[in-house]
């Protein structure tokens, strides 16, 4: 072997030599580096694993308060005692809802009222059981009262007890109250934001609540006007939120809209209860496409 060719052999012998020493590297880099994603790996999943935990937690604890809410509040069964032919579309934004129907009978009538409690979610679930026991609460040290009288003191009962003492509170409630005499047909409600909707025979009538609003600052009440109404057998009379006329939707994306909600009563009237319960359910899916639900909706309908 010539002198060229040893020098050329103990060069390649160093870049062998060099080759090993990186490879011996590298190989420890990535050893390290598994270990390390590996326990990152193992970190994440601990973290999935506690968030699942907790969502889990979450979410039985809003299903468990639903339950507790629909205690306080009217369900449709509830309702159907007192009349047969009725439905109520109840579809929060989120499990629980700030709307809420309540009733009690007394004096040989029937109260029931519609509230839609500012806000959605578990706030407007905790108002809205609040309301209902200021509800239940007049209706006990009241021996006679109308809807009228109830909005006025639930109002000043909203006032003493959640703003006189805090600053902070800015929520308010829109109800709609009547009061049913079915042994003479008679029908009284009073609104504060809330309207009644009566349908005889293809005619609609819209009876507009007051402008005021339960619990607003601005807004004291020195009257509620009750509105007497003779009802007779296939009336129909529905109370809503304002969730479904305010809903999104449509080719335009524009609000759903009280007038476009009448048209669709109308439309509907000549339908068994059942019946016009899955078609406003399907006019709403329709209308609001893929858009989010942008609050709590209840509406509720009744057939004299």
């Known amino acids: 072997m010539d002198e060229n060719e040893t020098t050329q052999l103990e060069k390649l012998k160093k870049e062998l030599s060099y080759l090993k020493e990186q490879y011996t590297s590298l190989e420890s880099m990535f050893q390290m580096t598994t270990v390390h994603l590996k326990k990152v790996q193992d ?103 109308s809807p009228a009288d109830i909005i006025e003191k639930l109002d000043k009962r909203v006032q003493k007890y959640l703003y006189e003492n805090s600053s902070k509170l800015n929520d308010s409630v829109e109800i709609v109250v009547l009061e049913y005499d079915a042994k003479n047909q008679k029908l009284l409600f009073a609104g504060a934001k809330r309207p009644l909707i009566r349908i005889r025979e293809g005619d609609v009538k819209f009876f507009k609540g007051s402008n005021n609003i339960l619990g607003n600052s601005l807004s004291k009440f020195s009257f509620a006007e009750n509105n007497e109404l003779y009802v007779q057998k296939g009336d129909l009379i529905y109370l809503f939120s304002d969730g479904i006329v305010d809903q999104f939707g449509g080719s335009k994306n524009k609000k759903f809209l009280t007038k476009r909600f009448l048209v669709l009563l109308t439309e509907i009237a000549s339908l068994t209860i059942a019946c016009q319960e899955e078609k406003i359910k399907a006019a709403f899916i329709d209308w609001k496409g893929d858009n989010d639900q942008i609050d709590d909706i209840l509406v509720m309908g009744i057939r004299i």
């Open 43 to 145: 970190d994440l999943y601990a973290s999935k694993k506690e968030l699942v935990e907790i969502n889990t937690d979450l979410t039985d604890s809003i299903n468990y308060a639903k339950l507790i809410q629909n205690a306080f509040t009217v369900q449709e069964q509830e309702l159907k005692k007192t009349f047969p032919n009725s439905f109520i579309f109840d579809s929060p934004k989120y499990v629980v809802s700030g709307d809420f129907i309540w009733s009690c009978d007394k004096n040989g009538k029937t109260y029931l009222a519609l509230g839609d409690c500012t806000g959605h979610g578990v706030p407007g679930a905790m108002l809205s059981i609040f309301i209902v026991n200021m509800l239940d609460q007049i209706s006990n040290s009241t021996s006679n009262t």
